[in-house]
């Protein structure tokens, strides 16, 4: 298995902008996680999907940040306006069942808001 | 609500020393206890894991054994290498999706 693909690894941009990022979970795990990391913060849970469906999204900072997942195969997280403060590495990451599994990252993107 | 405490790092190691990194918990019923590596630009991986009390998790030459009494999941390796560079994450689930991650502790392995 090609394992959790995120992309793009790396995104630039100005202040203001929307940023899309993108990932492809392991075929057949049927949750998806979403986490930034910071120096600042180390790691933090953003939104948990479970079967496509969002369950937990108490850790998206603010309306600026949205995340859906229209397919088993298929997620995104929306920054809009982006700021200078969203500047991270994002991580997906995937699991099989949801209770007590192994979580599988992805390789991140690191953004980087100028 | 549920914790994991890790020691601070850096920890700076020659090539063949012994590996220590604590991990204490706190948390609600009965955790599952994890280790994760992280290497220089990659996502967490799994590095071992233990289910229940005294559980010992073992990879790569790693070990570590879950302690209810003294509620510590510590990380031990009896030589590393200077492939063993890499932030560890201690981590805990206690039967739901939710992990709990510590700060992470970063090793540097000279040669």
């Known amino acids: 298995d090609a394992g959790v693909i995120q992309s793009p690894r790396h995104e630039v941009t100005e202040m203001g902008q929307e940023v899309t990022l993108r990932c492809k979970p392991i075929?057949?795990?049927?949750?998806l996680f979403w986490y930034r990391q910071t120096m600042m913060r180390g790691l933090e849970l953003l939104i948990y999907?479970?079967?496509?469906?969002?369950?937990?999204d108490s850790g998206m900072p603010e309306d600026r940040f949205s995340a859906k997942m229209p397919n088993a195969s298929f997620s995104t997280l929306k920054i809009q306006p982006s700021e200078p403060r969203d500047s991270a590495v994002y991580f997906c990451a995937s699991s099989l069942a949801w209770r007590d599994s192994t979580q599988y990252f992805g390789p991140g993107t690191r953004l980087t808001v100028l | 609500g549920d914790s994991v405490t890790q020691m601070e790092g850096p920890v700076t190691l020659s090539e063949e020393a012994f590996l220590t990194i604590n991990c204490t918990y706190t948390a609600t019923g009965y955790p599952s206890l994890f280790w994760y590596v992280q290497y220089p630009g990659e996502g967490l991986q799994l590095l071992l894991k233990?289910?229940?009390?005294?559980d010992k998790g073992s990879n790569k030459g790693f070990e570590a054994t879950y302690r209810k009494e003294t509620t510590s999941f510590h990380l031990e390796k009896g030589s590393v290498q200077v492939s063993d560079s890499a932030v560890y994450f201690c981590a805990l689930t206690s039967g739901t999706y939710k992990y709990i991650f510590g700060t992470g502790t970063r090793l540097k392995v000279l040669a």
């Open positions: 233990a289910t229940k009390a005294d």
């Open positions: 999907f479970n079967n496509n469906v969002p369950i937990d």
């Open positions: 075929s057949g795990h049927n949750s």
